[in-house]
C-alpha cells in the first residue's frame, strides 16, 4: 500500500488498485489529488507485478469534478504558469489497460479522469455531466473534445451547453460505458472483468491499447500499417510461442507477459 494523501493505491493479484479518498467532499479533484493520481499509475505501469489498474472512489460518488474551492482562487497567468494539465496528459500515456468503477456523480474533472480510463464500468446509480458552464467554464481535461468524438457535435453542445446529467444506461448507449452493473456489484464485476485481462498476454493488451489509441487518430491506411507494425512486433515475444505452440498441442496457454 503506498502512502498518499487523497489516494489509496495497492496491488492485488495482478491488479494495480486505486481508490479517489476524499469522500467527504465527493472526492473533488484538487491539484496535488492529480499529482498523486498520475505517481500512482505510473507506479503500476511500471511494477512487473502489475497487469491491470483499476480505478474508483471511496464513499457515495466516483467524483463530482475538480476541486471548486482551490480552483475559485485562480487566474488565467496563475493556470498557465502552474500548467497542471501536463500531469492530465501523462495520464494518457499510461501503456497497461485502466479501468474505472464509478458510481454516484461522475461530474466535470471526476467525468474527465474516467475518460482517460480504457473501459468503464458504471453502478446504475451512476450520473454523468458537466456541470462547467454553471460555473461559468467549461470541460479543460478533455471532456468537450472527448465528448464530441463519443457523441457527435449535437449531442455534445446539447449536454455540455445544459450541464445536463446522463444515467447510466444513457452513457452507455453513447459509449461512454462499457457496461452498467446493479451498485452492489460494481467493484465485483470490475474486478472479474479485470481478473480475466490479467490472464491474456500482457504485450498483446499493450500493443492493442496502443494501436486502437492510434486508430482514433490517424487516417485508416496508416492506421493499418501501424497495427501491421505492432503485429510483426509481438512475434518477437515468448507469448506468441507459446500460444501458438499451446493451439498445436491442444492445450491452455501459459502467458508470461514477456
Ligand atoms: N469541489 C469542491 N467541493 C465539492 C465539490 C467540488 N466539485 N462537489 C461537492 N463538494 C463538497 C460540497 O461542497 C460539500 O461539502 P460541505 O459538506 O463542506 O458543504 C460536500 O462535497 C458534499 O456535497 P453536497 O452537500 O453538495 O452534496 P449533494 O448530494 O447535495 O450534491 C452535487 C451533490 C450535485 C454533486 C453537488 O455537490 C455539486 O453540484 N457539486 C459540484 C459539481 C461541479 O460543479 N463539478 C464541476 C467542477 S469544475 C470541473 O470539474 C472542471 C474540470 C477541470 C479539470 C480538472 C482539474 C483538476
Not at 479517489?20 to 484538487?30: C, G, T, W
Not at 453513447?174 to 480475466?196: C, K, R, S, Y
Not at 493451439?247 to 508470461?256: A, I, N, V
Request: glycine fraction near 6%.
Amino acid at each position: 500500500m503506498n502512502n498518499y494523501q487523497f489516494i489509496k493505491a495497492w496491488t492485488d493479484n495482478g491488479i494495480g488498485k486505486l481508490e479517489l479518498q476524499r469522500p467527504e467532499v465527493l472526492n473533488a479533484i484538487n491539484r496535488s489529488m492529480v499529482v498523486e493520481i498520475l505517481a500512482a499509475l505510473r507506479n503500476f505501469d511500471q511494477l512487473e507485478q502489475v497487469k491491470v489498474i483499476v480505478l474508483s472512489g471511496a464513499g457515495r460518488s466516483f467524483a463530482a469534478g475538480a476541486d471548486i474551492k482551490e480552483m475559485a482562487e485562480e487566474n488565467a497567468i496563475s493556470m498557465e504558469m502552474k500548467n497542471q494539465f501536463a500531469d492530465w496528459d501523462k495520464i494518457s500515456l499510461i501503456k497497461k489497460p485502466v479501468i474505472a468503477a464509478v458510481h454516484g456523480f461522475v461530474l466535470g474533472g471526476g467525468f474527465e479522469l474516467a475518460l482517460c480510463a480504457d473501459i468503464v464500468f458504471a453502478a446504475a446509480s451512476s450520473k454523468f455531466g458537466f456541470p462547467e458552464v454553471q460555473l461559468g467554464v467549461m470541460p479543460s481535461a478533455g471532456g468537450t473534445v472527448k465528448l464530441t468524438k463519443l457523441m457527435g457535435k449535437r449531442k455534445a453542445l446539447e449536454f455540455l451547453w445544459t450541464g445536463n446529467q446522463l444515467k447510466a444506461e444513457e452513457a452507455k448507449h453513447w459509449g461512454i460505458v462499457n457496461q452498467v452493473v446493479p451498485d452492489e456489484l460494481l467493484l465485483q464485476e470490475t474486478i472479474a472483468f479485470a481478473e480475466n485481462l490479467v490472464k491474456q498476454p500482457a504485450l498483446s493488451l499493450r500493443l492493442i491499447k496502443d494501436t486502437v489509441e492510434k486508430a482514433e487518430d490517424l487516417p485508416i491506411y496508416e492506421a493499418m500499417q501501424y497495427e501491421r507494425k505492432n503485429f510483426y512486433l509481438l512475434f518477437a515475444s515468448e507469448d506468441q510461442k507459446e500460444g501458438m505452440q499451446a493451439f498445436m498441442e491442444k492445450r491452455s496457454p501459459h502467458f508470461k507477459g514477456k
